[in-house]
Each structure stands twice: as C-alpha cells, then as structure tokens.
C-alpha cells in the first residue's frame, strides 16, 4: 500500500483531472473507479447510486462483470451495500462473504473477492450512494484507506448533487436527490404556502473541494477556527438573541465544542488527506450529520445538531459569507428554510413575497412561531432535516394546519393545494364582507368579539377583522423578541402607540407573564423540575416587584388621559391580587405626588386560568373590575394536561362536562357581580366552541384575529336562547359522558350554524 499522505492526495489530483475531462457522465463514472481501483490497489472498484425507490443501483464498476452495470440493484438495508445506505457509516470487512448480511449477485460475479470496504456516499447527512472496493485476499483496509474512500466519496457525492448523474437514470427511476418527499412536523401557523424554497443560511456551494497546496489549506482551517472562537466569545458576551434565536446556553455548548480536540483532529485529518479546508469541514460536517439523523437519543442528538451548526459557522467564515440572507432580494412565493431563527429575523425578509416559512426546530410557544403567526405566515417547525433535504429553488408547499411540508410535490398534489388555497382565499374574502356587519345573534342579543395581540404588527388586523378591542396583549412578546429589557421610555412609547391605534376601542393589558416556557433569553434562566407549575407570572411580580411596577408605571404614563384596562396573569389566590392592586394603587399615587398625568381611569381584572379561583370565585369578582378566562392554562390545569404535548394536549376536551361546569361557573360569578366576563384562551376562537361559551353565558371572547370572521359568522346564525336552553340541558344530564361535542355538533348542524 502507498503511503497515507501520498496515496489520497495523488488519487483526488487524478481523480480532478477526470472531473475536468470533456466526457459524458458514464465514461467518466468508469474512469474515475478506474483510477481509485488502481490507486488502492484495489482489484474492484464500484460505485452504486441510490434512487427514489429506495433502491441502490450499480452504475459502475471495475473488476466486476460490465454487464451487472445499471442491472444489478439491491434495497436500502439489503446486502452489504445496503447496510452501509442505511446505517450511513462504512463497513471494513476482511471476510466479507461470512458476514451474515452477504448477499450473492451472481451476475456481478463477486464470489471470487474475500475483503470488502464500502462506505457511504453522503450529502448533509443523506445517503446518496455507496462506493465499494474490493480485494481477492484477506486484508483488513487501513483506516488512512478508509479515510481516503470516503474522502472520494464526496467528490462522487458533489457529481451527484450537480444533477451531472441524471442523465444515466432510466426513465421511471429517478436518482435520490431529486425525490419528492412528503415531511411532518409540527403546525405552527395556519395556512396554505406554496412556492420555491430559500434557504435561510444559504448552504455554502464548494466548488474547490481538491487542495493544490494542503499546507496552505491547513492553515486556512486554522485561522478559521480561532476566528470562529472569538466570534463565539463575542456573542456569548454580546448577543444578538432577536436575530439569531439562539439562547446562551446554545452558544456556551457551542464554545465547548469549538474548543474540542476530538473535532480539530478529524477537520486536520481530513485536510490532511488533501482536501481544500471547506471541503474538510463538509466531510466532517457530513458524517456528523449521517450519525445526528441515526442518533435516537435526544440529548446525544441536540449536540450532534449544535456541532453540526458550529460546522456551518465554520463553513461560512472559510468561504467569507454573512450567515444570514434575510436581506437578500426575495423571489415571489418564497418559502424560507431554515434550521433556526431569531424573530426578528423573520421580520427582516420582504412580507409580500413570503408564503411560507419550515424550521428544523421551533415548538409552537418558539418567538419565530408567535410573529409568524401575526404575519400570517403558514409555518411548520421540527421538521427534520430539511435543510439537508431541500436546494435552493425546490417547489415546495407548507401545510400549516396538519404540519405537513411536501418537497418536489407530484403535479396533482400541487393543485390540490392550490384549490385548497384558493378556496381559503375566497372563504378570507367572505369574511372581510362581514367586517362592518354588527356582531349580533340571530335573536339581537349583542356581543363583542376582540382580538388578541402583543406585536406592533398585530394591530392593523383591528381594522381589518372589525374587532371591537383588543382583549388580551400579551406584553412580554414585545420583551420576548427584544434583544434586551426594553427600557421605560420604550415600553411608554409602545403602550402609546398601541392605544393610539385603537382609538375609542378598548385595549386590554396584561402585566408581563413570563416564566415557565416564556423565557427572557437576556435573563437568567432558573432551572425547575415544572416550570409551567413554578415561578412566573404575578409571582414573579409580586417576590420581585421591580420589574412589575415599571411596567405598571409605564402603562400609567402612556394611558394618561385615557381609560386604562389591565389584567394580571396566573393569579391563584384572591390575596395576590389585593397585593397586584397595591402596587398600582402605589405607582399612581406616585405619579400625582410629581404631578404626572395619569389615566382617567383605571380597571384592574384578573385572568381566570389557575382552577384555584374557582373556588374563591365570588370573592374574587368582589375585588375585580373585570374577569378573563385564560382557557389555555385553565384547562392544562384543570385537567393537569400540558397544553404543549401533544401526547396528551388533546385527550381532554374542554367541551367535556368537568370544563363547562368551571366556565359557567365564572360567568355566573361575574353575572351576580355586575362586572364583564370575557374568555381569551384560543377556545374563544373555535365557532363551535365559541357558540357553546355564548350559551353558557359569555357576552364577550377574544380570539386570534383570523378567527374573528368564522365565529361571527357563526354568531350570525345563532339563536342564543336555543343554544342555551339546549346545552344547559345537555350539561345537567352529563354524567359519565366525556364531551358533549357530538351532541352539541348536531344542534349546529340541525339548525344550520356554520361552525
Ligand atoms: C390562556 O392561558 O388562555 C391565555 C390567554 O394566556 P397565554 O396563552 O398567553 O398563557
Ligand atoms: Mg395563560
């Protein structure tokens, strides 16, 4: 065998001259396992492609039989070269034929060859192909051979990825890389998307992957790394969290693997076998990559993915690209890819082209989900691998209601999303007409439908939906994608301008309600075993007041003059909120002492989602102005669900006896009281749902802005005296029952409500 360093570098110098030769596609297929054979001193050299079909293909060969070429196939997982397909790592076999997944293809004519060393063909983590050499002797391949044929598997893996290998795919039977995939992940924000993908961070396109001068190479990575690190340093002292998304936490992991002696070495090693420092990178990048999608262990696998980031890092500063494309000139219909973003990011890209927008990672509660919902962008998050899986320019559709993303779709599956969009367009289009129609039951009884909000981008839906106010802002999502505290005079300026855009409207504030998975990436983080059960909200407002009364002054300052509403968040007792109306009773009194002017008045509510206040209910709406129902915490605690695992989110339904008795509850509290009820959990927002609140009692909901339209459509058609007579009924004859949704379903439908 040749030396280790003089054997791979002379082999990808020839191998860069058959790349360079003005040849088609199978010959210099043949030439290049020509030369790999020869330089390996290897007696068989092949190479299989992987399909669409999931099926390998020989598409060329060296030593085995010429005819077995685009004839012999075997299945992903099938044989010796379908092991190393799915299990994406290489196999070093001196025996091949005893190994028990040994599978005979006589017409390659194989028998005659004992050592085997295949290793995968890989592009982002995905397995594209197999290349195999092997030897009539017993031998055990050195691992500097094992190193050298996966180094020249990339440079397969790049002929492949240029489309070059299109041309020897037989009709029917596409190649792998172009294969139309249909993903799932997790709905963040409803709506149909279709359009061409652009990659957020844009996948770094080496077109130099074979050094001329390794030793310069080895330098560049060099100077790469230590780049990278100060730039860690920096943004761990600095960071941008609204653009990036990224949490301190994810940037110390990221300085720890920076750092890793484990990760240099296989970066130097790689260079080392004579390839440019990007192509390094990638290599080490890939095989990472193939391991992360394999790993099932989620701790293990979040690692593997911030390594695979900080890879990305490197990638970028090697080829001297700004990590970030949000200001690139968008094409129509773009639907952005990205493994990750900071929101403020997603506010960065052009609106009007943006149709779509699917994410490696992002839950529901992530900040990137929260403004793509006010944009009304459809969004999908925790869809793996997609930024492995997609190019730059793919068709794809995003489904943002069942979580599905479709990648290359088939032309029959794009029109009927295509319909599917339209028919949403024109059913949008009805509900505009119903903008200025009064929000009046079928019987004249008046209620008021508002929307909820938090961003500045939120309020032109006010005007757009016909909302009568805004029922809940959530404040903290200003300070969620804020890269810091936002200062008083911001916060004034923000409360300003919210009630200057609603006018003679009503706007109703909740205090910040952070904590539990609302965490302020510029605040440290407590760690806690039940962080949805633990210290956030009013408690952490009334243990450390500052923060709480700043805000409370804030919004004194900005309503000065004005009619102020203001509600706070997971109050469980009636004593925490006598304490919540102190501080403000103290923060005004404060202001009229320095002659500040002050709101001409003053309504202090209570959100109604911790099942505690049931049973202090009365009391309670002795001491408030006004009660809301927070329905999304309500019922995870009613029915001790968490409202975001899915395993669980949906056993209960909240139309199920034990929720409604607790709804009617609070708006007969808030009838005998004489203060208003209103209920702005996404409950209110649903039009079946939305009828049964209105029957048991609710005159008031407040709801996202897209569902104003439905539900007074719904209400439209709705007699209330027959909804409440009839689900009343139906809720004392309830027992042992789960939900009363059927039933409540069939009064709709037999009464001709749209829900
Ligand atoms: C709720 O809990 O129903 C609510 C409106 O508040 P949030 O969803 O912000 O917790
Ligand atoms: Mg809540």
């Known amino acids: 065998m040749r030396s280790a360093l003089g054997g791979p570098r002379l082999l990808l110098r020839r191998l860069r001259e058959v790349m360079a030769e003005p040849v088609n596609a199978q010959a210099r297929l043949d030439k290049i396992v020509t030369v790999i054979a020869s330089n390996m001193v290897a007696e068989v050299c092949s190479f299989y492609v992987m399909r669409a079909d999931n099926t390998l293909e020989l598409f060329a060969t060296e030593g085995l039989k010429r005819e077995a070429v685009h004839l012999t196939t075997m299945k992903a997982g099938e044989g010796l070269v379908g092991l190393i397909a799915q299990q994406a790592e290489p196999l070093n076999l001196p025996n091949a034929q005893s190994h028990p997944s040994f599978s005979y293809k006589p017409e390659t004519g194989e028998e005659i060859y004992q050592s085997f060393l295949g290793v995968p063909v890989l592009r982002a983590g995905n397995t594209l192909g197999v290349m195999v050499v092997q030897n009539r002797a017993h031998r055990l391949y050195s691992e500097e051979e094992v190193e050298a044929l996966q180094t020249t598997a990339m440079v397969l893996a790049e002929m492949i990825a240029s489309g070059e290998l299109q041309a020897l795919a037989r009709p029917g039977l596409d190649i792998a890389l172009r294969r139309r995939m249909t993903l799932t992940g997790e709905a963040l924000a409803d709506g149909v998307g279709l359009g061409h993908a652009v990659m957020h961070e844009p996948r770094v396109v080496i077109s130099n992957l074979i050094a001329d001068d390794p030793d310069l190479e080895k330098q560049r990575l060099d100077e790469a790394i230590d780049g990278l690190r100060s730039s860690i340093d920096l943004l761990v002292d600095h960071g941008d969290v609204a653009h990036t998304g990224e949490h301190r936490e994810v940037l110390e992991t990221f300085r720890m693997f920076a750092n890793d002696p484990g990760w240099m070495r296989r970066l130097r090693e790689a260079v080392l076998s004579g390839l440019t420092a990007e192509a390094a990178v990638e290599r080490v990048q890939s095989d990472n990559r193939a391991r992360m999608l394999r790993q099932t262990d989620p701790y293990l696998r979040d ?7 900080l890879a990305n890092r490197l990638l970028h500063r090697l080829v001297g690209r700004d990590m970030v494309s949000g200001q690139i000139q968008l094409p129509e219909n773009a639907i952005v890819v990205a493994r990750s973003m900071g929101p403020a990011a997603l506010l960065d890209y052009d609106r009007s082209r943006l149709r779509g927008l699917i994410l490696e990672e992002g839950g529901p509660t992530s900040h990137v989900a929260i403004v793509a919902r006010a944009l009304g962008i459809p969004a999908v998050g925790m869809v793996e691998n997609i930024t492995g899986l997609v190019e730059a320019g793919d068709a794809l559709i995003v489904d943002g209601a069942t979580g599905q993303v479709h990648v290359r779709p088939q032309q029959d599956v794009e029109d009927a999303y295509k319909e599917k969009a339209r028919l949403r367009a024109r059913r949008q289009e009805q509900y505009r007409t119903l903008r200025d129609v009064p929000a009046i039951s079928k019987d004249g009884v008046p209620i008021s439908l508002n929307m909820n909000a938090g961003l500045l981008i939120d309020l032109p839906h006010m005007n757009a939906t016909g909302a009568h106010g805004i029922g809940l802002f959530r404040t903290e999502l200003q300070f969620m994608i804020a890269e810091r505290m936002p200062t008083p005079t911001e916060q004034i300026t923000l409360y300003k301008t ?38 956030r909200a009013i408690r952490i407002g009334l243990d450390r007041p500052g923060l709480l009364r700043a805000q409370l002054r804030a919004l004194l300052k900005a309503a000065a003059g004005r009619h102020l509403k203001i509600m706070f968040p997971m109050v469980a007792s009636v004593d925490e909120f006598v304490r919540a109306k102190a501080l403000v009773q103290r923060e005004q009194e404060h202001l009229v002492r320095y002659h500040h002017a002050v709101p001409e008045s ?9 099942p505690s206040l049931l049973f202090e209910i009365d009391e309670i709406a002795a001491e408030a102005d006004f009660l809301s129902v927070g329905s999304n915490d309500l019922m995870q605690f009613l029915y001790a669900a968490d409202r975001e695992n899915p395993l669980i989110s949906n056993r209960f339904d909240p139309l199920g006896p034990a929720s409604l008795r607790a709804l009617r509850l609070i708006a007969e509290a808030g009838k005998k009281a004489g203060i208003p009820v209103t209920l702005c959990g996404e409950l209110g927002g649903k039009p079946l749902e939305a009828m049964t609140l209105i029957a048991i009692g609710y005159q008031s909901l407040s709801m996202s802005p897209a569902a104003i339209g439905p539900v007074k459509a719904m209400l439209l058609d709705l007699d209330i005296r027959a909804a409440r007579e009839k689900i009343l009924d139906l809720l004392d004859h309830a027992g042992g029952i789960a939900t009363l949704r059927p039933a409540i379903e069939a009064f709709a439908r037999d009464h001709g409500i749209p829900i």
């Open 602 to 610: 003053v309504k202090l509510g209570v959100m109604v989602e911790v």
């Open 303 to 309: 690692r593997l993915h911030d390594l695979d980031e």
């Open 498 to 535: 919210v009630l200057e855009a609603v006018g003679d409207k009503q706007v109703t504030f909740r205090t910040l309600d952070i904590g539990g998975d609302k965490i302020l990436p510029y605040m440290r983080a407590r760690e806690e075993e039940n962080p949805a059960l633990g210290w």
